[in-house]
């Protein structure tokens, strides 16, 4: 029987799939990733499962949806209880190492169930947030621009420790976990980053579509923001800064790859590159995210696949879900799920491309307004976005997107549904929902959310309880007669 494979799992955080040379973007480069993909499969219709980090980390990590077990908010960690993939790799035998320490992802013991171990063997510097209140916009959220040189923060501590554990890794089967915060706002790289793309070159951001048409939260966001000040020369400021974060995390993407290959592991290991959600980066006239965002740069996923002899150079355009991670995973390891989860294995696709696969993507983001009190609120820079929610929680109400390889269907609790025809509109601009034409369309894929919720909205637990259980506790009036 073949050796299992080792794994090494890298996930960006707020990285577009078309902010990579790979999925299409002609300006950026990205030489580590296109080498990756051109030695893998790229999965271009690969859908993040939420639009924020921790219930997107809970969805790819369990198999299941956000909606499964409430892993809904930035609160609602996977607990001990719960399974996850890399608990799992390691109860049958992998060693798991969790390089650097983001702690939004698993509740309060979790981490020491599921990996042998975390955090850095060279730890970052301190990075106190600079703030430029007479910045004339970006005073918020692109508030850094030119980074000083020579910090060493949490991505670049955890790519060095990653090099140090590649020069002596175990000796058992394998799995490297590597999530990284870039490119996440506040938008900030140093040089020779930040200058490496001309500002001038760069193309203009999806303007507006139908104000009519769109969630209440997009013009709320403007106006908190003071956003429709934006001129196209902060876009592609913003933009120019935002590559030169990705150039760099590609850089340090290289580094791993090359530790992986100098110590003669590159043909027993499967490298998985994604990211946990997208970002707005201008579109719209947005920045940043929002927990019921639904559109494609938020939530398309830059997934590639690649190593261990896997075929190389697919561009899969199968409709496919981060959740499917858990079962290729465990497939490729030869490794049975223990829990019922949503996911489906991509192995065959990617030993045929071309294979069918799901018919729908879903998506699901926001809140009931009645959980309101349990909002985030967070300090400096997200005060304003949060406050908001808090003001406003109809505009974070919940909002669910279907889409095949053609349309876009969001539902939305209280607003509006919306429906784009991706084909003649890429960028899910002007809202279709109110056509009688489309009528039928809008329909079907409604039909479809009410499907897919009847058949993911829980699990049966593994462990049966006893239908009468022994209870120890005295008869009835037996405790007063037993009283003084």
Known sequence: MPEPPNFLIIVADQLRADAVGAFGNQHVRTPSL???AADGTCFTNAYAQHPVCSPSRASFLTGWYPHTAGHR?????????????LRILRDVGYH??????????????????????????????????????????????????????????HDEAAIRSGETWLRSPPRDPWVL?????????????????????????????VPPGDRGGEPGYMQALRDVH???????????????????????LDSQVGRLLSGVANVGAADNTVTLFFSDHGEYLGDYGLIE?????????????????????????????????????????????GVQAPHRHFGRSLLPLLHDAGRAHREYAFTEGGFAVEEEPAFER???????????????????????????????????????????????????????????GHASTRQRLHDAIFTWLADTADVLPADADPRSPQVDLPAPGEGRRADP
């Not at 996977?78 to 399974?83: H, N």
């Not at 013991?109 to 600079?130: C, K």
């Open 34 to 36: 296109d080498r990756l």
């Open 73 to 85: 908010s930035l609160r609602s960690l996977i607990k001990a209880g719960e399974p996850n993939l």
């Open 96 to 153: 798991v190492t969790w390089l650097g320490a983001r702690g939004d992802t698993f509740a309060p013991g979790v981490t020491e169930l599921s990996a042998h171990e975390y955090g850095f063997s060279e730890p970052p510097g301190e990075q106190p947030l600079p703030r430029s209140p007479d910045h004339d916009l970006w005073d918020r959220l692109y508030y850094r621009g030119r980074r000083a040189p020579g910090v060493i923060d």
């Open 177 to 205: 976990f590597v999530p990284l915060f870039a490119p996440h706002c506040p938008f900030g790289v140093e040089e020779p980053w930040y200058s490496m793309y001309g500002r001038a070159a760069l193309p203009d951001p």
């Open 226 to 248: 003071g956003l429709d000040r934006a001129t196209a020369a902060h876009w592609r400021e913003v933009t120019a800064t935002y590559y030169g974060m990705i150039s760099r």
């Open 289 to 333: 995210k929002w927990p019921s965002a639904m559109h494609a740069c938020i939530t398309r996923d830059p997934l590639i696949i690649s190593g261990a002899g896997l075929p190389g150079g697919q561009h899969c355009p199968a409709m496919a879900e981060l959740i499917d991670v858990v079962p290729t995973v465990l497939e490729l390891a």
């Open 378 to 436: 967070a300090p400096f820079p997200y005060d304003l976005k949060t406050a908001l929610q808090h003001d406003r929680p109809a505009l974070v109400g919940k909002a669910i997107a279907v889409r095949d390889r053609e349309w876009t269907y969001v539902w939305r609790r209280y607003e509006g549904p919306e429906l784009y025809h991706r084909g003649s509109d890429p960028g899910e601009r002007i809202n279709l929902a109110g056509s009688p």
